[in-house]
């Protein structure tokens, strides 16, 4: 479970490997999002890097607790990073390793081929996939982050010590470090990795990979200054009006339950609250993807 983030009413099976996640769906202990048992969430590549986090869910949706549930069948595997939409169901015993984008589907994959072809450890032949994602699970964790600098913080009381939320967001901050880390290698072996693939490939290798390889080593200390600077400006800037809808709705439930308050949500409310989440999250995305034009 290292670097993983599950939200309310994700449940997991036994004998799993679920590292480098983060996942939601799911509005009760009943209707719930799944983690079949022996489930692995494949997050270490044969070039040796971890620049594979996946999004199963997201954070803007998630968050309000509306979401229809994802399920991840037993016997299974994720390979990432991968991004699924909620209301997913991933076939028992599939192992999947691409993007799932549109909701409500039930997806399934066979047996793999069997074959033996040649291989060079060391050489990335496609990066912009990898990139995107990992960007957009950057901009949902920097969306985490925005809500609990603004919303989670209003639920601090006797059973949500204020000790208890400086921990959670302290590890929120590990997990965007962690991310931030694991992208910076990821962009350190591409150097190595051009020469390699120019060396296989001669004058048949791809101008514009070997542009976007490039732009990537040189510019990834770009990264971590871009996610420092919006995080300083959430530290500073929420959104008033739907604190102000959390709030009076506090106040209305009188006990102040988290999740109380989250599920009684006017769906308008929630809809606002999504829209300032996503903003934050197309933002970021956007912001990391204008650092490397070559990426188109």
């Known amino acids: 479970m290292k670097q993983t983030i599950l939200f309310p009413f994700v ?48 954070v803007p949706n998630g968050v309000m607790l509306n979401q229809a549930p994802i399920f991840l069948g037993g016997q299974g595997g994720l390979v990432g990073p991968c991004r699924v939409a909620f209301g997913t169901v991933i076939a028992a015993g599939s192992i999947y390793r691409k993007d799932q984008l549109k909701p ?65 967001v302290d590890t929120l901050n590990s997990a965007i470090a962690e991310r931030v880390k694991r992208f910076g290698s990821f962009c350190e072996k591409l150097d190595l990795s051009k020469q390699r693939y120019l060396e296989q490939m001669g004058e048949g290798a791809s101008a514009t990979l070997l542009r976007q390889k490039e732009a990537l080593y040189t510019h990834r200390i770009r990264v971590d ?11 500073r800037h929420g959104n008033p009006n739907f604190e102000s809808t959390i709030q009076n709705q506090i106040d209305s439930v009188g006990d102040a339950c ?6 009684s949500l006017d769906p308008r409310k929630s809809a606002d609250g999504t829209q300032w989440l996503q903003e934050i999250t197309d933002q970021v995305t956007k912001r990391l993807l204008g650092l490397f034009p070559a990426l188109g």
């Open 225 to 235: 200054e871009t996610i420092a600077a919006f995080l300083d400006q959430i530290a």
């Open 258 to 263: 988290y999740l109380d308050v989250i599920k």
């Open 104 to 168: 409500d589907r039930l997806v399934f994959e066979g047996g793999g081929r069997g074959g033996s072809v040649p291989y060079t450890t060391g050489i990335y032949r496609s990066v912009k996939r990898q990139v995107m994602n990992n960007f957009v699970y950057l901009g949902n964790l920097v969306a985490l982050m925005a809500w609990y600098t603004h919303v989670r913080s209003r639920f601090v009381g006797d059973f949500y010590p204020l000790e208890l939320h400086k921990g959670l």
């Open 11 to 58: 449940t997991l099976g036994s004998l799993i490997n679920f590292c480098d996640c983060l996942m939601a769906g799911g509005t009760s202990r009943d209707n719930h999002s799944e983690v079949g048992s022996s489930y692995i969430h494949f997050n270490y590549t044969p070039n040796q890097d971890k620049a594979t986090a996946s999004l199963i869910g997201d």
